[in-house]
């Protein structure tokens, strides 16, 4: 289970890690991660949500949508990918938001599976950004 401090509720910061957070997909899960040091630079209620205080933990949160499956599937997939969160807490960056959402092939997927393609994720996000002209 994921202690509940470090448990994302509020939708700004949803939409923010998604729409401004690095994204890595893999065949069952996409995660969105959004560093402190990336947030929007004003006082928006958004900067606030993004972890403006460096010694927030970080906030995780979940998108298990209806094509993965039924209620019953969802949240199983959802139980299951907050316990393989748990053991990564300590890599991400404090004050940072991550969002993990479910593709719907995660329904199907062996445990082993999903934990697979949710560590590489998370090690795509958490590697240092290449800067793009340099070869």
Do not use: C, Q
Request: charged share 30%.
């Amino acid at each position: 289970m994921l202690p509940s401090g470090y448990r994302m509720r509020r939708r700004d910061e949803f939409t923010l890690a998604v729409r401004r957070g690095r994204r890595a997909g893999r065949p069952t899960v996409v995660a969105h991660l959004l560093r402190r040091g990336d947030a929007p630079r004003d006082d928006s209620p958004r900067t606030v949500a993004a972890g403006a205080d460096p010694s927030a933990p970080p906030h995780v949160g979940f998108i298990v949508a209806r094509t993965v499956g039924n209620a019953v599937v969802r949240n199983s997939v959802r139980r299951r990918l907050r316990h393989l969160v748990r053991g990564h807490l300590d890599r991400l960056p404090r004050g940072s938001l991550l969002v993990v959402r479910a593709n719907p092939a995660a329904g199907r997927a062996r445990p082993d599976d999903l934990a697979a393609d949710l560590e590489s994720a998370l090690d795509r996000l958490l590697r240092p950004p290449t800067s793009k002209g340099r070869r």
